[in-house]
């Protein structure tokens, strides 16, 4: 049996283990699942913004792709005019109101000899208008367009020729000029650089730092407009835009003529026109209000070979990146806290038959970070907080801010912005999974406590079941033994009267008397047996009655005397006085039949075979003292002797005779009068058994 229960303990552990494990593998998921979410939270957060500014951007393009040629130029003649008229109505761009134009700073175009317009404000104008903020501010402008987007479009090959003294290089019109471009503004490898030293952040940081592509300047290019206009318009936009140009060259030559005398002193004069240059303008503007002819158009009858409209191509946007590095002179104000590294122009080719165009803007990048901003504020969840930053090389990755929870790089295609996503409580997750685990190693303590209980109670049940089997088998053993004993006595008595072997008068009454001994040990026994079985049941029933405790004690002892007499003891009583008190008569002889016949087996071997009987009153308890001077009771056996079927000793070496019983209804005895029982020891030797009755008791029934 004990090998069963330490296999079933063993299981159960192993289970538990088991069960420890998966729940702390639980929660390692559960940490993980966590933490994937609040990515996935974050995640779509940044996707939310990218779909933001990639609409707001595509709308944007889109406008500016719309907008007329015509609203770059400082005048221009509205479509609406009839053309033929002597006069044509000139009316201000409307570009011209403020430099900052929703998400494009600054609109200019620029000519094919190189000269800067701007529908702003006329370079030259006079020193009062100079002092203006937005004058400044344009020619701050100019100037960087000058030393930045000049040189890089020069250095296209086969394009824009701003230096080439031939009027007829131009710009060629063709699906590549983008490639062109990007390719000049960023050179051959870094695009390809820059991808793999994304690759290495987004790898660095295992999954929290991903790349959201802004598909508006990556995606296909928008179809190349083609535009008919009549002949007359464009010739007087033109014409106007030469005007003015002779103007602003006029203007130069004096400020030119003016700082070789030392009388200027103002910023390194902008870009003359020389006279071949503004006669070709001149001559240009000639030939297209009379003879100019396009290849693609067929002259109207009766026109003498002219035709009547002239065809406008208007290409898509491209951007140009100046980087920092490569940047000359200090860029726009706008952009010297670029998030890209750099200024982000964005240029579309105009071609009037032979005449080439480049109209373009520079992005409001501060304007474009109030819209990720306001994208991201709208979008934001609890707990979340952002800030964009410039996109880190990979070899700073590492010093990058650990408070960051999720990186969002949006890559416009000229360059990346970051996006970093916050926890306003960084350590919210920890703090839940801490919390998790307290819980989960608190319930596992409890449960752990729980079976380990469990498995002790069982297994003290168990060894106790084991003990109480033994003990009954003991019991079986002594009631055999304890029936055999007097009765083979009484037989044999019996059979020798009845056959008259004895003739002898006192041997008779000898054995008469041991007859009627033995059938008084057997009564002793069987009411012992019986009374118990009936307490075991519960029915087990009490009668108690007023009276003196010592009178039944008195008639117990006498009862006793022969009994002792035959095993060579002697009763002697000490009966204090005790008054009257209610108590169940039979139960108290049981306690004394079985306190003396207990005294009288255990202690056969003393020296001193005196057995003393006390009584005395002790506050609300009758005490029964019973005491022997034989070998005593063992200290760790004292509350022992008093379960069922407890005896010293195993019984197959047993010396005494016994049923372990009698002491057991001594103990349920004194419980019935809410007393008590306990041994002590004796001096010299010997042992002192104690039994106290409670002075006041109701009648009970068990």
């Known amino acids: 049996m004990y090998m069963r229960l330490i296999i079933l303990c063993a299981i159960i552990l192993a289970a538990l283990c088991g ?4 729940g702390y593998r639980a929660i390692e998921i559960r940490a993980r699942g966590l933490e994937g979410a609040r990515l996935g939270e974050f995640a779509d957060v940044a996707e939310q913004i990218r779909q933001d500014v990639n609409r707001r951007l595509d709308e944007f393009i889109e406008t500016e792709q719309r907008r007329p040629w015509t609203d770059y130029q400082y005048y221009y003649v509205p479509d609406n005019v009839v053309a033929g008229q002597q006069q044509m109505p000139w009316l201000r761009s409307p570009l011209g109101a403020s430099i900052d134009n929703d998400l494009a700073y600054g609109n200019f175009q620029i000519e094919p000899d190189g000269t800067i317009v701007t529908p702003y404000y006329q370079a030259g104008q006079s020193q009062r208008d100079q002092e203006d903020k937005v004058a400044q501010e344009v020619n701050a402008h100019l100037s960087n367009i000058e030393q930045n987007i000049l040189p890089a479009l020069g250095s296209v090959s086969g394009a824009f020729g701003l230096a080439s003294a031939e009027p007829q290089t131009s710009y060629k019109a063709n699906e590549s000029a983008s490639d062109a471009l990007w390719a000049d503004a960023k050179g051959p490898g870094e695009k390809q650089e820059r991808l793999e030293e994304q690759e290495q952040q987004l790898q660095s940081k295992a999954g929290k730092r991903r790349e959201y592509t802004i598909e508006t ?19 007087s936009n033109v014409a106007q835009n030469v005007e003015l140009l002779l103007e602003q060259a006029a203007r130069d030559e004096t400020q030119q003529r003016l700082q070789r005398e030392d ?55 491209v951007p140009l990146v100046v980087p920092f590095d490569t940047a000359q002179g200090r860029p726009s104000g706008q952009a010297q806290q670029s998030l890209f590294g750099g200024q982000i122009f964005l240029l579309r080719h105009v071609q009037i038959e032979d005449r080439h165009l480049l109209q373009g803007f520079q992005l409001n990048e501060s304007r474009l970070i109030e819209e990720v901003q306001e994208s991201a504020h709208q979008h934001m969840r609890e ?67 729980a079976v380990t209980l469990a498995l002790g109670s069982l297994w003290l049940n168990a060894r106790a079941q084991l003990k109480l089997a033994q003990k009954k088998d003991d019991f079986i053993s002594a009631v055999s033994h304890e029936l055999r004993t007097p009765l083979t006595s009484i037989r044999m008595y019996s059979e020798m009267l009845e056959k008259n072997w004895v003739k002898s008068k006192d041997k008779q009454t000898e054995y008469y008397r041991s007859m009627r001994q033995e059938s008084e040990r057997l009564s002793r026994l069987i009411d012992n047996v019986l009374d118990f079985s009936r307490i075991q049941k519960g ?19 006498d009862m006793m005397v022969p009994y002792a007499a035959e095993h060579g003891f002697s009763i002697e009583r000490d009966l204090g006085e005790l008054g009257q008190t209610a108590f169940d008569g039979d139960a108290v002889t049981q306690i004394v039949v079985n306190l003396l016949d207990n005294a009288i087996k255990y202690a056969h071997r003393a020296e001193d075979k005196t057995v003393t009987v006390r009584t005395r009153r002790e506050g609300q308890f009758v005490v029964i003292e019973v005491e022997d001077h034989g070998p005593g009771v063992p200290h760790r056996q004292c509350k022992k002797v008093f379960e069922q079927f407890y005896r010293c000793g195993p019984e197959a070496t047993r010396e005494t005779a016994g049923t372990g019983l009698g002491l057991a209804l001594v103990k349920k005895f004194a419980q019935a009068h809410n007393g008590f029982v306990e041994v002590l020891a004796a001096r010299p030797t010997g042992a002192i058994f104690r039994v106290g009755l409670a002075t006041q008791v109701q009648s009970h029934q068990f």
């Not at 003359?272 to 297209?288: F, G, K, M, N, P």
């Not at 009668?543 to 010592?550: H, K, M």
């Open 383 to 449: 707990g979340m907080t952002f800030e964009l930053v410039q996109t880190q090389p990979a070899d700073e990755a590492k010093d990058a801010d650990e408070t960051v929870a999720y990186t969002a790089i949006l890559d416009f295609g000229f360059g990346d912005m970051a996006l970093n996503l916050k926890e306003i409580d960084p350590a919210w997750i920890a703090k839940q999974i801490r919390q998790i685990r307290s819980w989960y190693f608190s319930i596992m303590t409890v449960v752990f406590l």
């Open 263 to 317: 009388i200027a002193d103002q910023e390194e004069p902008r870009r003359s026109r020389t006279a071949a240059q503004i006669e070709l303008d001149r001559v240009y503007l000639s030939d297209l209000q009379n003879t100019v002819q396009l290849p693609a158009q067929q002259p109207t009858p009766g026109a003498q070979g002219q035709t009547e409209t002239v065809q406008i191509r208007i290409e898509p946007f």
């Open 217 to 235: 300047f990556q995606k296909a290019p928008q179809k190349t407009q083609i535009i008919n206009q009549p002949r007359s318009l464009v010739a």
């Open 19 to 22: 069960l420890g494990w998966l």
């Open 539 to 557: 029915r087990k029933k009490y009668t108690f009655r007023l009276g003196d405790v010592n009178v039944c004690v008195a008639e117990v002892a």
